[in-house]
């Protein structure tokens, strides 16, 4: 029986296994959005393409499975390229749809007309435009696979609005698994030799793939065989922080100890990840130890440096190929003390305690023109982070996914909040801001039953804090905490190193946040018009949920708000004041 080509594909993304696609509407692709009405793929309506991408990434992030975006042409497009470029530089699958002009009212300037090519080729693994209608499955299905296949990347699908709904008899294409790659045996004994043979060997994990859990087998292996395991930046919920092995990340805000640990190494074993620009601090570290590289990418892009041994694998699969060798034939003549070493420093880090123990700096912030006040008996105005984040850590207990934009706020979660399940961090590797919320409200979605948390500080915040009523319609239940200073802290502590007593363009004016998430009653949203199935079944399970909004001002006050916030059935806010001219703890510890 025909059907659309907008129907095809919405069946085909059915038989793919989607859960979710994370969408704005446009005019250009209504026949998609007409497949989707009676579809077991719910559709998460965005409040901005940017949005709707990092939800999608996020999910992707903590699921293994591409995630799906959709937006309009034009200005949509443009909006969506910020999480095209995140997903790209962090290897993480997403297929982003794009609605066009029709075919006919190509290369005339038309309303919203932009090239698709021109726009995304430099940052995404391929990008298709359906021109015939017959192979609507067949290029979706074929953007799926790419996507989530070898180095995992961001695929983008061109959809003409008029061949959309033109009527095709082909199938539903059958589902291509995409099989990891398996290290060959000889390979894997190959490496346990250089591993025997190394006085200081490491292993550093990375990017996406761990859903799975293996990175817990995979530090048992270490610890039997002495090895200290480190993880790349934001990818440091591959190994549980429980483990003996863990040594600490890599990466913006590690302890000056735990990167010299890395550099002392003289064998490296990079799985799912490479010797990028940011774990060997630009460049200048770690360049001199024997290296080999387990990746899905025979390309090993972002690898500086020498490489001794690529293997081609998944983190999953070079798990079950290594764990399955006897951990004492990778020891060597090698005891317990350089991972013991490099664990303990790592543990002396993390420990909690306040920012004047923990070696937070101060800037002149003389353009922050913030009015924090003073808790009493303190020195310095506003919350102490370093016993608020403690707080925090002890409450989660390793347990709940934590997400991350980009900024300073960042680093006292990194340092004192503790991954001890997979799939429970993401993180805007590639530096990008606005991502902490949407993809805490994604996190709330595909995994209802676990805790999302946004850790984002002010300026991250209203980059996209909008998709807080993106929860509210879809039943969403993150918990967001801002740290409110005023100022682009990242960019003002960079400035006093290069231009000392001038910041500029640096100065932020915020609202009450706390009252603006109190605001947000879905009940009022509830009772609107609804006009699709779809529609209705958010109303339906959003109805009676509120926000919950409160503003800390003292460090003391912190723990009792935390305590209301968790306790909220639904979205809550905490909204943290600190000190301008606080900077994040210090990472030049020396023990």
């Not at 590289?293 to 999953?316: C, F, Y």
């Amino acid at each position: 029986m025909p059907r659309s080509a907008g129907h095809l594909i919405v069946d085909t993304l059915e038989a793919a296994g989607v859960e979710r696609v994370y969408a704005v509407p446009g005019e250009s692709y209504l026949d998609v959005l007409d497949g989707l009405y009676d579809s077991s793929v719910e559709t998460v309506v965005c409040r901005q393409e940017g949005g709707a991408g990092f939800m999608a990434l996020s999910e992707s992030r903590l699921t293994g499975r591409p995630g799906i975006a959709m937006v309009t042409r034009g200005p949509g497009a443009a909006n969506a390229m910020i999480s095209l470029h995140t997903a790209w530089q962090d290897a993480t699958a997403l297929v982003l749809f794009v609605g066009l002009v029709p075919i006919s009212d190509r290369s005339r300037e038309s309303f919203q007309e932009f090239s698709l090519s021109g726009w995304f080729s430099s940052t995404t693994k391929r990008v298709f435009t359906i021109d015939d209608e017959h192979r609507a499955g067949e290029l979706t299905a074929e953007a799926l696979r790419i996507a989530a296949s070898g180095r995992p990347g961001p695929v983008v699908v061109g959809l003409p609005e008029d061949v959309l709904v033109r009527l095709t008899e082909a199938p539903v294409p059958t589902r291509a698994e995409v099989a990891p790659p398996t290290p060959a045996t000889t390979e894997i004994e190959s490496l346990t030799a250089r591993i025997a043979a190394a006085e200081r060997p490491a292993f550093v994990l990375g990017g996406d793939g761990w859903q799975s859990g293996c990175g817990r087998s995979l530090g048992e292996w270490a610890a039997s065989a002495g090895i200290p395991i480190f993880c790349d930046w934001r990818a440091y919920d591959a190994l549980p922080h429980s483990s003996p092995a863990w040594a600490g990340w890599l990466g913006y805000g590690r302890a000056d100890v735990v990167a010299a640990g890395f550099a002392e190494a003289d064998l490296l074993v990079f799985v799912g990840c490479t010797r990028s620009d940011v774990a060997s601090d630009g460049y200048t570290i770690g360049f001199d130890a024997e290296t080999v590289i387990v990746t899905g990418d025979p390309e090993a892009k972002q690898h500086a440096g020498r490489i001794d041994q690529q293997i081609l694998a998944s983190p999953l699969t070079f798990t079950e190929a290594l764990t399955s060798i006897d951990a004492g034939s990778a020891r060597g003549a090698r005891t317990d003390e350089w991972m013991r070493e490099r664990a303990a420093i790592q543990s002396r880090f993390a420990a909690h305690r306040p920012d004047a123990e923990a070696g937070a700096g101060s800037v002149a912030a003389s353009e922050a023109g913030t009015d924090v006040p003073a808790e009493p008996g303190s020195t310095h105005p506003g919350v102490d982070l370093g016993v608020a984040f403690g707080i925090l850590d002890d409450r989660l207990g390793g347990d709940a996914i934590l997400t991350y934009g980009a900024g300073n706020a960042t680093i006292w979660g990194h340092r004192f909040i503790r991954h001890n399940e997979p799939a429970s961090l993401v993180g805007a590797r590639n530096g990008a801001m606005g991502l902490a919320v949407p993809a805490a409200v994604a996190a709330s979605l595909a995994f209802p039953n676990r805790r999302a948390v946004a850790i984002c500080g002010d300026g991250d915040f209203l980059m996209n804090g909008q998709e807080i009523a993106t929860a509210f319609a879809h039943g969403g239940k993150p918990l967001i905490i801002v740290i409110d200073n005023g100022v682009y802290g990242t960019i003002v502590s960079h400035q006093e190193n290069h231009y000392p007593g001038r910041p500029s363009g640096t100065r932020m004016v915020n609202p009450d946040f706390a009252t603006w998430m109190s605001a947000f009653d879905a009940r009022s949203g509830a009772a609107s018009a609804r006009s699709t199935a779809d529609d209705a079944a958010s109303s339906s399970r959003a109805t009676g949920m509120t926000g919950h909004g409160e503003r800390v001002e003292t460090t003391a006050d912190f723990e009792p708000a935390l305590e209301r916030a968790l306790a909220h059935d639904g979205p809550a806010l905490i909204h943290v004041l600190v000190d301008p001219e606080t900077m994040p703890p210090a990472g030049d510890e020396t023990s």
